[in-house]
């Protein structure tokens, strides 16, 4: 099995902490899902006749394509890759796009899971964020889609925000909670150079929160969702049983995928593509039957690097027999090598051949996953 992720650059605004690759020139969108649709026909052997597992549409804003695009889009996937095998097919969508009508409009196409951009529920951070949707939008538009029959939805939360307070962070906590959704995804802040958010923070006017507050504020998250009865399989992403999300999870357990769009990337187990980050540059080579990205072929280093990063940031952590299969006995005695100290200071435990990371292992994640990588 393999994922399709399409990326829709399309964004009505931008929120000044993006920093993933999207314009506001939605005059393009015409153009850009004929380019789209080319563009996963000529790349019909990438996966190499592997069924699709998992469609995902992320952005951007792809809440912005109306049913005709999305038509275009499942007919070429359909035609070119087949759909009978998929078992999830994920809209990333704002708030304020999932009216009645267009919730219906979802119905009628084949996704059968829907992630909303929330953030926050506190209206002036929305703001701020120069997010278009107020927290009783993203509210009413879970009801909605709720009472529209999707039984699949996820909501994606921003923790350690600019001034961030504890009753503040307790009150979205409260609220995600209280919509009883599937899945929540949580992310921390993080200022991207290139942002707007980025400026302000070097110009002072607003300010990071310390390293303290972060670990309380994770802290917080991880004990009011496991009270709630979701499961914590992944650093940042939090499910009730059953109901991970399936494309992602393909992407930690090293499935193949085929990204599709202007900066999408795509993996085929030995080598990774990434396509230009222009959206006229990306529409002008596919209207002349060429595609323009860049490609990297992954040494065995890479691809054991890749797994210790993905893997020990799951609930399942490093399978060390599967290590030893895919990398060789001499990686896999290094990775037990350097993961000893964590051992010892309780950051990392051993359960059935898997290393994992305890509670206070995550708070210093990074650092024992660098560790544990082999640097030639």
Not at 131 to 150: N, P, S, W
Request: aromatic share 12%; net charge negative; with cysteine.
């Amino acid at each position: 099995m393999a994922g399709i992720y399409i990326h829709i650059p399309f964004c009505k605004t931008r929120c000044i902490y993006c920093d993933f690759y999207s314009t506001t020139h939605e005059e393009r969108k015409e153009a850009y899902i004929r380019a789209l649709c080319r563009e996963l026909k000529m790349r019909k052997d990438y996966l190499k006749g592997e069924k699709i597992g998992t469609v995902y549409f992320g952005g951007g804003t792809p809440s912005r394509l109306s049913e005709e695009d999305f038509g275009q889009v499942f007919e070429t996937i359909r035609q070119t890759y087949g759909l009978d095998a998929c078992e999830e097919i994920t809209l990333e969508a704002n708030p304020d796009d999932l009216t009645e009508d267009y919730v219906n409009l979802l119905r009628r196409l084949p996704f059968n899971r829907i992630s909303i951009g929330i953030q926050t529920f506190d209206d002036a951070m929305l703001k701020l964020l120069n997010r278009r949707h107020t927290a009783l939008q993203a509210i009413e538009a879970v009801e909605r889609c709720r009472r529209l029959g999707f039984d699949n939805i996820s909501i994606d939360l921003i923790y350690g925000l600019p001034n961030e307070t504890e009753e503040r962070w307790k009150r979205d906590l409260r609220l995600a909670v209280d919509l009883d959704v599937e899945h929540i995804s949580a992310y921390h802040l993080t200022y991207e150079k290139g942002t707007r958010l980025y400026r302000l923070l070097q110009s002072g006017d607003v300010y990071e929160v310390n390293e303290e507050s972060s670990v309380h504020f994770f802290t917080m998250l991880t004990d009011a969702l496991d009270e709630a009865g979701y499961e914590h399989y992944e650093i940042s992403n939090f499910s009730k049983p059953g109901r991970r999300s399936r494309h992602n999870t393909s992407y930690w357990q090293g499935v193949p995928y085929l990204g599709c769009g202007p900066s999408a990337h795509s993996f085929d187990t030995q080598s990774r593509e990434w396509n230009i980050a222009l959206l006229e540059k990306y529409i002008g080579a596919l209207e002349q039957g060429e595609r323009l990205y860049e490609r990297e072929e992954l040494s065995l280093t890479m691809r054991y690097n890749e797994y210790v990063m993905t893997s020990l940031r799951t609930r399942e952590g490093i399978d060390l027999d599967l290590l030893a299969c895919r990398f060789g006995p001499q990686l896999a005695s290094y990775c037990e090598r350097m993961a000893k100290p964590y051992k010892k200071s309780h950051k990392l435990k051993m359960y059935d051949r898997h290393l994992r990371l305890t509670r206070a292992g995550i708070f210093t994640s990074d650092g024992i996953i660098s560790d544990l990588m082999f640097v030639e």
